[in-house]
């Protein structure tokens, strides 16, 4: 990684284009009647959220709400798609830019519509326009070596992907790529003690694969935080995980992967 745009990447969702319901626009802060009465006039819902607005704000226009969650929490409180209430679509408008988000946004069946209607958000200034993004920035890069650089995290902060500039970058690693298009060269484990074939928390390596300067002493742990991808390879795939590395032995060409990810 070589720049401080590089992100910590958790997913990013493009909202799809839906098709404009023209009317007026309601704001949050009618009744029940007020929604059937303004459906029959042929005023159908709609609601507006952006980037920098305020989730204490009434929804409209002018005055948008922060996030998708708000919209269809008051969707749900006003049951405005029940079947007693929903005479035509009723329309979350999200303004263009990023809306970032900490955790899965979940809809069920109390977000659906009714009585042959729909909910929908849409991306209001075109296709693509606003953005979820699942993502945290990381800065302070250093230059590592060998032409790779490092930051730190957060302790218990695990992840996979990196972007950098909007493209998907390439995770320290060892053995590196052999080139962009192809993924290996890989490692290869050994059986080092029949005894213990059984046991899926160990992992032995092949005689010089493994470099002496990685192993831990009393001043430094250069593997600390280091993370093994596993592959069981052969003709069945019977996992692929990403596992952090509890501890290595050089002398007996080992390591020891933690216990709590279900590696089997």
Not at 109 to 117: E, I, Q
Not at 227 to 232: D, L, M
Request: charged letters at 25%; a negative charge.
């Amino acid at each position: 990684m070589s720049r401080n745009t590089t992100r910590r990447w958790l997913g990013v969702t493009s909202v799809a284009s839906a098709l404009l319901i023209s009317g007026s626009v309601l704001t949050a802060g009618f009744d029940s009647g007020s929604i059937q009465t303004a459906a029959n006039r042929g005023h159908c819902p709609s609601f507006w959220v952006a980037p920098d607005g305020d989730d204490r704000a009434r929804g409209t226009e002018r005055s948008p709400w922060a996030s998708i969650e708000r919209a269809r929490d008051e969707i749900r409180k006003r049951e405005m798609n029940s079947e007693r209430h929903m005479r035509c679509d009723i329309t979350v408008n999200l303004e263009a830019g990023e809306y970032r988000v900490d955790e899965t946004i979940e809809f069920d069946d109390r977000d659906s519509g009714a009585n042959g209607h729909n909910v929908v958000y849409r991306s209001a200034d075109g296709p693509g326009e606003a953005t979820l993004v699942g993502a945290e920035e990381l800065t302070g890069w250093e230059p590592a070596g060998d032409g790779s650089y490092k930051t730190s995290v957060e302790d218990g902060q695990r992840f996979y992907t990196l972007f950098e500039d909007g493209e998907r970058s390439e995770v320290a690693r060892y053995p590196n790529r052999a080139n962009n298009d192809t993924h290996g060269p890989y490692l290869f484990s050994r059986l080092g003690e029949p005894e213990k074939e059984a046991v899926r928390m160990w992992l032995y390596w092949e005689e010089g694969d493994w470099d002496p300067a990685w192993e831990p002493t009393e001043d430094s742990n250069p593997l600390a935080n280091a993370q093994a991808t596993i592959w069981s390879g052969g003709s069945w795939s019977w996992f692929s995980d990403i596992v952090p590395l509890e501890s290595v032995d050089y002398r007996t060409g080992s390591q020891h992967w933690s216990t709590g990810l279900g590696t089997r």
